[in-house]
């Protein structure tokens, strides 16, 4: 049974940086392409970034390019985002999504940025 | 940047009911589509894959049709449990975008 459990959401003040951590088990990680979408409260889905299967792709929305980074530990079952430069529209439940076709999602994290 | 518009945003209806949920595509994805079901709190089940294969474990009542740039999810007898919203998801180029989202509501 695939499972993703994400880890590393808090209240954070502007400007301040985070980092999320997504393990997984229950496939082979190091075979797949993970994703990171986010939800702002009481709005839609929104894909934030994804990383190629051995962390030499990656992809980014334009709202979180240069300030967020996508990587991943293969030895580790491990998927990270750094985001550094947290605006208040950073505020989320970020899920950590299985694959390349967006088979499978984690229950998610919450990051609050607020003074 | 590839617009995922979908309709309507919101819907009531009934148990028993039929109900469509459209997205149209800003340019031709082929069949780089997936649908999703969230609930409250929940987080997003995949019930769609490749525009019209159906995930293993989902319902016959779900069905997914279409490509290019034309897509529709079906629900050919609204149960209890499928009240909720629902997002369609374009894989084919990125970024990756999303529907607005189909509120699926009691009438």
């Known amino acids: 049974e695939v499972q993703l459990l994400e880890s590393g959401g808090s209240l954070v003040q502007p400007g301040g940086s985070l980092r999320l951590s997504c393990a997984a088990s229950g496939f082979t990680f190091s075979n797949y392409a993970m994703s990171w979408v986010r939800q702002a409260p009481g709005k839609g889905l929104e894909w934030v970034s994804t990383v190629g299967s051995r962390g030499d792709l990656t992809y980014y929305a334009d709202s979180v390019k240069g300030r967020f980074s996508i990587s991943r530990d293969n030895s580790k079952n491990t998927l990270y985002l750094q985001m550094n430069s947290l605006r208040a529209g950073d505020t989320a439940v970020y899920h950590c999504?299985?694959?390349?076709?967006?088979?499978?999602w984690g229950q998610g994290t919450l990051v609050t940025v607020s003074s | 940047d590839i617009q995922m518009t979908q309709s309507p945003s919101s819907l009531s209806a009934s148990v028993g009911d039929r109900v469509t949920i459209t997205c149209r595509a800003s340019q031709d994805i082929r069949s780089d589509l997936g649908w999703y079901q969230q609930k409250p709190g929940k987080a997003p089940k995949r019930l769609i894959y490749a525009a019209s294969s159906l995930q293993s474990g989902v319902p016959s009542r779900f069905s997914g049709s279409g490509s290019g740039t034309e897509f529709t999810l079906t629900i050919s007898s609204l149960q209890p449990e499928d009240f909720a919203t629902y997002y369609c998801?374009?894989?084919?180029?990125?970024?990756?975008?999303f529907g607005q989202g189909t509120k699926v509501e009691i009438k």
């Open positions: 999504v299985w694959g390349y076709f967006f088979d499978q």
């Open positions: 998801l374009q894989h084919n180029t990125y970024p990756r975008t």
